[in-house]
């Protein structure tokens, strides 16, 4: 494989960071001041003059030259200044606002433009780059992590966050998989054929019993009016100081993580082109370049499907399906139970597109 070292570090850590997230700036770091604002969005986004404070806050300008050692720094950064920008613009029990002030806007495009991604807060702010272990030697895991960052106090947050933390260091080996047999080329065996889909389907099985978890500590009431309003897309919002012209963002969203991309890929299911598919390539834009790069890689690869036993393909297709199947359930009760708006927070009709993916990956059966 050309792209060996390149992609080497997603066998062992998925898409989550080749390290551990930096948890905070050092002290003496002029970006520092952000930790202590991070603190303390909680708490300011309960109050009603939250808008003037932010406002008024003196954000520190972005530095320092995009290396491999300041980028853990600049994805702290991203995600200090992304979680106060949507906090701004999406307050809860406030009247929308459509002006982002440029001491908001002007960092956050900068650090977004290194980070070559859209100015708003993603999946990879949001999730990725969003916690650390309590136990540095233990696991990636529930009960061993928490958030870096919350725009509430209530641990259902956390929780929903930490979820995805989990399901993402689980996609690892789903990834170290596909690149084994891309590195062995034996894509006409159908034993390294049968033995990747296999480890890929424990995978997917794995991911799905953490998100089954999602009710033990997340309300859906709650996750519906406290949290999920903060990562909702920006419509029409003008970012002062960097144009005048109104932008729209896909807010954030699991649509954004780049493992079920990386899976139809792999299997190249075969989607149906619409609307839906058009948005789902959109979402590589909020996606980490390298994501986008394995990704586009993956694509490339030769198709597993003649070589594998039938029975080993369904069982991966059922895996993805089942999967899938439980995110449509917790889609329905946790957001649209509660709203008349089809809308979810990237945008998009969700309910409708949810379905026709399960549906779509069931028919890919050999």
């Known amino acids: 494989m050309d792209n060996k ?40 986004l309960e109050q009603a003059d939250f808008r003037r404070r932010a406002r008024e806050l003196a954000v520190p300008e972005w530095r320092e030259p995009l290396s491999a050692d300041t980028l853990p720094m600049l994805r702290l950064y991203y995600l200090r200044v992304g979680f106060l920008a949507s906090g701004y613009i999406n307050q809860v029990g406030q009247a929308p606002v459509a002006l982002l002030p440029a001491n908001l806007a002007m960092p956050l495009c900068r650090a977004c433009e290194l980070l070559g991604r859209p100015p708003i807060l993603s999946y990879d702010g949001y999730a990725l780059y969003n916690w650390r272990r309590l136990d540095p030697a233990g696991p990636v895991a529930l009960g061993n992590i928490d958030t870096l960052q919350n725009f509430v106090t209530l641990y259902d947050e956390h929780w929903f966050i930490l979820v995805h933390v989990e399901i993402e260091a689980l996609a690892a080996q789903a990834l170290d998989a596909m690149l084994e047999l891309a590195d062995s080329g034996r894509f006409d065996d159908a034993g390294a054929v049968n033995a990747a889909i296999t480890r890929i389907t424990d995978s997917l099985r794995a991911q799905r019993t953490v998100l089954a978890r999602i009710p033990e500590k997340m309300s859906p009431e709650l996750y519906y009016r406290t949290f999920r309003p903060y990562i909702r897309f920006f419509e ?17 969203t699991g649509a954004q993580s780049s493992v079920l991309p990386s899976l139809v890929a792999f299997f190249k299911i075969d989607h149906q082109p619409t609307m839906l598919t058009d948005h789902l390539h959109d979402m590589r834009r909020y996606m980490p370049a390298p994501h986008r790069a394995l990704i586009e890689f993956i694509e490339a690869l030769p198709a597993v499907k003649p070589a594998a036993d039938a ?14 199947e439980l995110h449509y359930e917790w889609a329905r009760r946790y957001i649209d139970d509660k709203v008349d708006d089809p809308r979810g927070t990237g945008g998009t009709p969700y309910m409708q597109w949810l379905a026709q993916l399960i549906r779509e990956t069931r028919a890919f059966c050999k």
């Open 5 to 44: 070292l390149d992609f080497a570090r997603f066998r062992q850590r998925g898409f989550l960071p080749e390290a551990d997230p930096l948890p905070a700036f050092p002290l003496d770091s002029p970006y520092a001041v952000l930790d202590d604002w991070g603190v303390q969005l909680p708490a300011w």
């Open 311 to 324: 029975a080993v393909f369904n069982a991966a297709m059922e895996a993805l399906a089942d999967f899938r």
């Open 236 to 252: 029409n919002v003008v970012y002062e100081g960097v144009q005048r012209e109104a932008m729209n963002f896909r807010g954030e």
